[in-house]
């Protein structure tokens, strides 16, 4: 699998995603997921403090079963570790938890369900705007300083909130944040979910392209939405896919995914994740699995590539503009 510079490291531009690991997907099956997944040459697992309590609230089980697998398999020191904390109670979703002390708490625990003294990037899961930037940023030195984590990123933060806590950090002598953890991927959301996630949009697209700081993509298969469009047609989607993609815009990317199918003999499900991980800035693409088939075929979308000119085929369009430029 092709990897690329996060920091001073060399990580895969596929990340597995561990968001049911521990509720939906069972341990033995997340073990056999990862396995499957270090196997093929990847070496970046994303998780967080809240991960597997959505379906039975019980406590850091996502982080619990990595930390045993890691464990069992000796391979702390061979991942790229991810973990985030900071996440709102999950009953009181725009409630922020951004103090010192829930910041320090959170990663502790996380620490001690990983079974490791450090995680390699450490995420704040949501912002509270409430709050200034300033105090988020010297929280996020202290598990520096503590050597808790090796680089800091915040996900579903506006642009503009990313930029003052740059500045900030940079006019206070602190370290700036590494990477950002936004939603994104080749099809447009068309209706939201879950209203306190941050999407890709034009400002923190060019953001990203004027600094290069890393953007971390979720949800970057949609779900599978263009795969399974190609496999099921429209008419035969879920009805929760269709909810959420189904768009004349996405239609007419799916339209431009086929000519591009056959100029690479790449699937659609490798093309829609190089769209990500072939953008003018350091990008890595988060994916979820419920079935093995779904790891194996990240395989060919981790050595994807396609040029500048195809990428640009693809760029999605909306209202009739390019979204991103
Ligand atoms: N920072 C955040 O707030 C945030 C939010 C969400 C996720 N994340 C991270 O990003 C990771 C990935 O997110 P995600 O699970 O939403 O991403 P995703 O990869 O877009 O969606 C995963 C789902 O896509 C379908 N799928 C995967 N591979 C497929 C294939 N080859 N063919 C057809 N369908 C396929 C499966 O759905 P079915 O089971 O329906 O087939 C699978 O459960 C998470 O695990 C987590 O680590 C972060």
Redesign the pocket.
């Known amino acids: 699998m092709r990897k690329r510079a996060f920091g001073p490291y060399d990580v895969s531009v596929i990340?597995?995603?561990?968001?049911?690991f521990g509720g939906k997907c069972p341990e033995g099956q997340a073990r056999e997921f990862m396995d499957a997944y270090i196997a093929m040459g990847g070496n970046f697992i994303?998780?967080?403090r809240v991960?597997g309590d959505f379906v039975t609230p019980r406590n850091g089980e996502s982080e619990k079963v990595i930390g045993r697998w890691m464990a069992d398999r000796h391979s702390r020191d061979s991942i790229f570790l991810s973990t985030?904390g900071g996440h709102p109670p999950l009953e009181h979703m725009r409630q922020g938890r951004l103090s010192r002390e829930e910041v320090r708490g959170d990663i502790e625990e996380s620490l001690s369900n990983l079974q490791t003294d450090h995680v390699d990037i450490y995420?704040l899961?949501?912002d509270d705007e409430s709050r200034p930037v300033g105090d988020i940023m010297e929280t996020l030195e202290s598990l520096l300083e503590n050597g808790w984590t090796k680089m800091t990123g915040v996900?579903?933060w506006r642009p503009e909130r990313i930029q003052a806590a740059n500045q900030y950090a940079l006019s206070h002598g602190l370290t700036p944040l590494t990477a950002n953890?936004p939603?994104f991927?080749l099809a447009l959301q068309v209706r939201k979910t879950?209203p306190t996630?941050v999407t890709m949009d034009e400002k923190t697209w060019r953001m990203h392209r004027d600094t290069g700081m890393v953007c971390c993509c979720?949800?970057?298969?949609?779900?599978?939405?263009f795969?399974?469009l190609d496999?099921l047609g429209r008419d035969a989607l879920?009805d929760?896919?269709k909810n959420e993609y189904l768009s004349p815009e996405n239609i007419q990317i799916y339209e431009r995914l086929l000519p591009l199918r056959e100029e690479t003999g790449l699937s659609i499900?490798a093309l829609a994740l190089a769209y990500l991980t072939c953008q003018p800035f350091p990008t890595f693409?988060?994916?979820?699995?419920?079935?093995m088939?779904?790891?194996l075929?990240?395989k060919e979308a981790g050595n994807a590539v396609i040029t500048p000119r195809q990428r640009d085929t693809l760029r999605v369009f909306h209202d009739g503009r390019n979204i991103y430029e």
Do not use: C, I, M
Request: glycine share 12%.
């Open positions: 990340g597995l995603g561990s968001g049911e994303d998780t967080a991960y985030k995420w899961h949501r996900s579903n953890q939603q991927s879950d996630l979720f949800s970057s298969q949609a779900r599978g939405f795969t399974k496999a879920p929760k896919l499900g693409a988060l994916v979820g699995a419920s079935r088939a779904h790891v075929a990240l």
